[in-house]
């Protein structure tokens, strides 16, 4: 038909059918009860609990799914669908479609190419990966993969205001294009899988590649051992577990193994990170000086109360992520998408409104657009896809996401994201 285009979702779907012909099944499942369940399979125990883990008893998490599974969609029918336009614009940058990767630390308890795997695979995409303070490859490294493709960098607030500048020009000068400071972690969650194995990625040294690769942070370290703070060796009978943290710390501290593994540089900074890495004191005080600290849009993550949105809108600030983090922060909080219209509305354009915590299907981004949001992150399905093909793996997995809602949007009778209103949707 003139005019017509597959679109990304009956591109993906005729690729996958095609190669079925052939005895080819995708590796990536197209579902994410098929996605969670290989990736369950292929993770070590450790991995698995701080990937898929939540806080207490998981009501937060259940909650996010159940508020998507509320809404339902009202499909209009006999509009030609022909033509649709998924794209979306945050801060000047035209997007694919309305879908960014989350930050995710440690990344590497699910694939060794960690962040670098998902950098490339949000530029594959063409699709914003937002690089994480605690990533296991520095934002240097995995700019380095992307090319032009944008990224964005997520701040946790440290106690050194030395670091959290580095971070910011270090951000800029990696072409990251805004800044999100994550709110809702300035302490971890009381997250029961990893507790009950005692693991901790930070404390044995992966996930802090951000402040390892650090000028400012290393000056911090060696100022910390001059004053004789850190870097000492436990007391006791050292266990095999000890001396593989050791090690592994030792592997992945810049420098030369054997340099390291006589410094006490690689334990103090390990100390250092686990003491200085977020900061509970943090107001709205300590956010109004990031004006004058970067040029870059700001956003804020971990948004959840309409006051606190007109707050941030009030002080310039340019977005919100509304999240609870994927549910491992607060056990028996509000579901992010429940929370969308009303911070939506006390916002009105002021600000970029993004939504994530539950996002698993086309349909899910279709509704959130809906109800408000201008764009979506996808956390745990990008990182289930790393685990099972690294970047290929990441790729799918979030293509699949957006195939589904290019024919969900069509299906619906609609052809743009900006067709996508309340009154698309009952519950
Ligand atoms: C393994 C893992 C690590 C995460 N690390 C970070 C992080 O370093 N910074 C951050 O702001 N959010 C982090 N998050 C939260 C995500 O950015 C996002 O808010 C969350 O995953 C969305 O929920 P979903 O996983 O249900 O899609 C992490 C989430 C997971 C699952």
């Not at 800044?179 to 809702?184: A, G, R, S």
């Amino acid at each position: 038909m003139a005019g017509e285009q597959p679109g990304p979702g009956r591109e993906r779907q005729a690729k996958i059918y095609r190669d079925g012909v052939f005895g080819r099944r995708p590796r990536v499942p197209t579902d994410f009860a098929g996605l969670e369940a290989a990736a369950r399979r292929k993770a070590s125990v450790r991995g698995w609990a701080y990937v898929a883990g939540g806080a207490g008893e998981g009501a937060t998490m259940r909650a996010n799914r159940a508020a998507f599974e509320r809404w339902a969609i009202v499909p209009r029918v006999l509009r030609d669908v022909s033509r649709r336009d998924l794209s979306a614009e945050l801060f000047g940058r035209r997007i694919p479609a309305p879908v960014l990767l989350a930050p995710v630390g440690a990344a590497e308890l699910l694939h060794p190419e960690a962040d670098r795997a998902i950098a490339g695979a949000a530029a594959d995409l063409g699709l914003p990966y937002i690089f994480s303070s605690q990533a296991c490859f520095s934002m240097e490294e995995c700019a380095a993969v992307m090319g032009e493709a944008p990224r964005w960098f997520q701040l946790y607030w440290s106690r050194d205001e030395g670091v959290v500048d580095s971070f910011l020009s270090r951000a800029k000068a990696a072409g990251c294009e805004a800044i999100v400071v994550t709110l809702d972690t300035t302490m971890l969650g009381w997250r029961p899988q990893d507790l009950n194995l005692g693991s901790l990625p930070f404390s044995r040294g992966e996930g802090i590649a951000q402040y390892l690769t650090d000028p400012r942070f290393r000056e911090l370290v060696r100022e910390r051992l001059a004053a004789g703070i850190g870097g000492a060796t436990p007391g006791g009978r050292p266990t095999f577990a000890a001396v593989k943290t050791l090690l592994t710390m030792t592997r992945k501290f810049p420098g030369s193994f054997a340099a390291n593994l006589r410094s006490p540089e690689p334990r103090a900074a390990v100390e250092t990170f686990l003491e200085t890495y977020s900061r509970p004191s943090l107001t709205w005080e300590d956010i109004a000086t990031l004006r004058d600290r970067t040029d870059l849009p700001v956003l804020l993550k971990g948004v959840l109360h309409p006051d606190d949105a007109r707050r941030a809108a009030d002080m310039g600030l340019d977005g919100l992520v509304v999240s609870n983090h994927g549910g491992r922060q607060v056990d028996g909080a509000i579901a992010s998408l429940d929370a969308l219209p009303a911070v939506a509305a006390a916002v009105g354009d002021r600000m970029t409104v993004l939504l994530d915590s539950g996002v698993r299907t086309g349909a899910d981004v279709l509704k959130a657009v809906a109800l408000g949001a201008d764009a979506v992150l996808i956390g745990r399905p990008h990182a289930y896809g790393l685990a099972l093909a690294g970047r290929e793996g990441a790729r799918d997995a979030v293509a699949n996401i957006v195939a589904e809602f290019d024919l969900t949007l069509g299906l619906s009778g609609l052809t743009s994201i900006a067709e996508a209103t309340p009154e698309i949707l009952v519950n």
